[in-house]
Structures are given as structure tokens and as C-alpha cells.
């Protein structure tokens, strides 16, 4: 185990293990269609990575980057788009891919703003639902693991910008948060 890791929640084979279920989920889900996923960067790369390889229909890959104007309101005009999608979603099936959702703010307003554009649906994915943090009535259409309220890292999520390529999900050593 790494040394600033506390506990592993969930280990690589378990990670590859449920993506693969929710693969094979969204494949029945929207068979016959085409799907535009939407991957918001970066905590969602290696989450994004996992799931659409076992996504067995027709799918274009976009990505966004956003940063919150702070949390006092959930409207979609509050979200500040770092990188906006390269293609036009009108007409088309959305699938947006996070690594967690937390207070939940991030997957609504990115929600709200791609409505805006006349997709035909738009859905969520995320690997990790820390449920007790929700501050509003969001909640992902599909959900990998829900987990405690601790402080975790890897697969992506990071902590001040390290521990992203821990390819476990683990809870954070409380001496390594005293040292920044
Ligand atoms: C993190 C995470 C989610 C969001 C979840 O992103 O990747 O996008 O916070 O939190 P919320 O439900 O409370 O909105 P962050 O802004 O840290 O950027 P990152 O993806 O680059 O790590």
C-alpha cells in the first residue's frame, strides 16, 4: 500500500470489475443508439478510460474542463467552462463521466448547461458517491461505488494535485492534510 494511504476502499480488479457491470448496463441501456460522453477533467480520465472500453456501442469521446464561481447557487450560468466540448451535442445522447459526486454541485450545473443545447438525453456516470456530502437533489444515473464521507484519492481524484495515478481508491493518511 502506499505510504500515505490510510485504507483501500477499493483495489484495481474491484474498480475494472464494476465498470465493467455498468459497461454492460449503458450498452442495454441505449442499445441502438450512438453516445456522446462527456468526460469532465481531470479527476475523470482513468474512470472515463474504464468504462467506455466496455461501452459496446458507437461512441464519440469529448471532454470539458469547469471550475465553480463558488457553491452559493446550483444555476448553470454560475459555472466558469475552462475547455468547452469540441463537438455539438444537439440530437444527441449525452453521457457525462466524473469521478465522484459530492455535493453534487459540479454534475448539476454541467447537466443544466448541456440541456441547454438540445441534446436528446443527457445522463451520468460516476465511479464514486459520496451520498452524505449532497447538498441538492442530484444524484447519478449510474454509480460505481457509493462511499463514506472520507477524504479519498486515486483513480483520479486527487488531493492538492498528487496521488491521481494511485491506481487504487484510498482514504488519505490525516497526517499527510497536516503537512500541507
Ligand atoms: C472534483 C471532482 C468532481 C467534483 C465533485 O473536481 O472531480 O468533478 O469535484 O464535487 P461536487 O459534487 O462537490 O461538485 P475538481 O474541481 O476537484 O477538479 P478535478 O476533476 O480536476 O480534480
Redesign the pocket.
Known amino acids: 500500500m502506499h505510504k500515505d494511504i490510510k485504507q483501500v476502499l477499493f483495489n484495481e480488479e474491484e474498480i475494472i470489475q464494476r465498470a465493467k457491470e455498468l459497461g454492460e448496463q449503458i450498452t442495454n441501456d441505449y442499445a441502438g443508439q450512438q453516445l456522446v460522453v462527456v468526460s469532465?477533467?481531470?479527476?475523470?480520465v482513468y474512470f472515463t478510460a474504464e468504462l467506455t472500453k466496455n461501452i459496446d456501442l458507437p461512441v464519440r469521446l469529448d471532454f470539458m474542463?469547469?471550475?465553480?464561481y463558488g457553491n452559493d447557487t446550483s444555476s448553470a450560468g454560475s459555472i466558469n467552462v475552462i475547455k468547452d466540448l469540441d463537438e455539438k451535442i444537439a440530437g444527441k445522447h449525452v453521457l457525462i463521466i466524473?469521478?465522484?459526486?459530492?455535493?453534487?454541485?459540479?454534475?448539476?450545473?454541467i447537466s443544466k448547461l448541456l440541456e441547454m443545447r438540445n441534446p436528446l438525453s443527457v445522463k451520468t456516470a460516476v465511479l464514486l458517491d459520496?451520498g452524505a456530502?449532497?447538498?441538492n437533489e442530484?444524484n447519478a444515473d449510474y454509480v460505481g461505488f457509493a462511499i463514506p464521507d472520507e477524504f479519498v484519492v486515486g483513480y483520479?481524484?486527487?488531493f492538492a494535485g498528487d496521488y491521481?495515478n494511485l491506481p487504487i481508491i484510498g482514504i488519505l493518511k490525516p497526517a499527510v492534510f497536516a503537512k500541507k
Do not use: N, Q
Request: glycine share 10%; aromatic share 0%.
Open positions: 469532465l477533467l481531470k479527476g475523470a474542463i469547469s471550475s465553480s466524473d469521478d465522484i459526486i459530492d455535493t453534487g454541485l459540479t454534475l448539476e450545473k459520496k456530502r449532497r447538498v442530484m483520479g481524484l486527487d491521481r
